[in-house]
């Protein structure tokens, strides 16, 4: 009697064997439909098992399972979310992100092990990183990682590996290469593995969550930009501004910056189609964070592409080389406040609460926002501190916020 099926020879005779017994039409109950029973679970063990050993990637272990199942592309719809996805996906065009990993796992009964090997990591030089210098013992203390790291120069490889496996083979850390990749603005130096940590990180997050519609640049109009200034005025109007973008497909996360990383904010292409925000809220400021967000908006609208996927800013800093850190300037200025109704307003010769709340309330924008501007032209930042909201934005992020 058949016990287990230990090779692809007795895997392949017990498929004969019951094609035979099916096509006799067994009954329940009779010997012969013992045997067909006891051979049908058989054949799916060793299919599991399979799986698990053979798998080189999770993309196979998908198709693998899909032949078993006589499934379609189309069938994968509900599990990853559209039909282009799941050609991107099955191309390996686009990486499979934690919430695609644990609908297959639950609908088709792929093992999570082969979703999520190792196999399926970005492309590097075993020696072309340092994988001890990552951060992990503050990733750790983040949450980020979850396993238990008692031996960091042992351990840290593995580690890193798994951290950044959903991230899909193809992805690299752009921020530890001297490539064009990505732009810097900073005048202080980096820690560029923990830069490249929180870039992960952010893109794990947005990956793992999607916008519910694709992204169009043309979305991004300067009245689209005026509107969602005017959530400014809400007491959560952070929060808020997440879904306010989700609908046009871009992805805010809010991520504080690891030690050594001195950025505010970043524009980052997740994937092909999934812009993200990447807000630091290294400034506790109401004035800070729409400046931010409107300056790396501009990014996404203007400047990322299949060569520049990454703008890292630290915004203490002028740029007065790049034209593209310029323009997100200047148009991340006018989009909160358009320079005519500035020049107009006794905002930009006073420095007063009144004229900072009189433009504010004529623009429909937060008085932070204003204050914020008149501090800037002027040079001056120990004027209106009661005005620019100190502390009130990362109290509305002290958990992980998605779009609803």
Not at 65 to 92: A, F, H, Y
Not at 249 to 268: F, H, K, M, N, R
Not at 383 to 398: A, D, K, T, W, Y
Request: glycine fraction near 4%; charged fraction near 25%; hydrophobic fraction near 40%.
């Amino acid at each position: 009697m058949i016990t287990a099926i230990n090779s692809e020879v007795e895997y392949k005779a017990a498929l004969r064997e019951i094609e035979q017994l099916v096509d006799r039409n067994t009954r329940a109950g009779t010997p012969e439909g013992d045997r067909l029973n006891l051979l049908t679970l058989l054949v799916r063990d060793y299919e599991q098992r399979r799986i698990e050993i053979e798998a080189p990637d999770p993309i196979d272990a998908i198709k693998f399972r899909m032949e078993q199942m006589n499934l379609m592309p189309r069938d994968l719809v509900p599990l990853i979310g559209s039909r282009s996805k799941v050609s991107e996906v099955l191309s390996r065009k686009r990486p499979l992100t934690l919430s695609m990993a644990r609908a297959l796992h639950k609908g088709l009964r792929i093992p999570a092990k082969s979703l999520l090997q190792e196999q399926f990591l970005f492309d590097l030089d075993a020696g072309a990183v340092d994988w001890k210098r990552f951060p992990i013992r503050e990733m750790v203390a983040r949450g980020w990682i979850k396993e238990k790291v008692t031996d960091i120069h042992r351990q840290a490889k593995d580690v890193m590996h798994r951290f950044f496996a959903p991230l899909g083979k193809g992805w690299a850390p752009n921020a530890l290469y001297k490539q064009t990749h990505y732009y810097l603005r900073s005048a202080r130096q980096m820690d560029f593995y923990a830069l490249a940590a929180w870039n992960a990180r952010v893109c794990l997050r947005a990956l793992d969550a999607p916008p519910s519609v694709r992204f169009e640049p043309q979305a991004l109009t300067s009245e689209f930009m005026h509107e969602l200034a005017h959530l400014s005025t809400l007491t959560d109007g952070p929060r808020h501004a997440i879904d306010y973008l989700d609908r046009v497909g871009v992805s805010l996360i809010v991520e504080p910056q690891l030690p050594e990383t001195y950025i505010d904010g970043a524009a980052i292409l997740a994937s092909p189609n999934q812009p993200v925000v990447a807000l630091t809220i290294r400034y506790d400021r109401i004035d800070n964070f729409w400046f931010v967000l409107m300056h790396e908006l501009i990014h996404i609208s203007r400047h990322l592409n299949a060569e520049l996927t990454t703008f890292y800013d630290d915004l203490d800093v002028e740029d007065t080389t790049n034209p593209q850190e310029q323009e997100a300037d200047q148009l991340a200025g006018e989009a909160l406040i358009p320079q005519e109704e500035w020049i107009k307003s006794p905002a930009s010769k006073l420095r007063t609460p009144e004229a900072a709340q009189h433009l504010a309330s004529r623009l429909r924008i937060h008085p932070a926002i204003v204050a914020g501007r008149i501090r800037h032209d002027r040079r001056s930042y120990r004027v209106l501190n009661r005005l620019v909201g100190q502390g009130q934005v990362r109290r509305l992020f002290s958990e992980p916020v998605e779009a609803s």
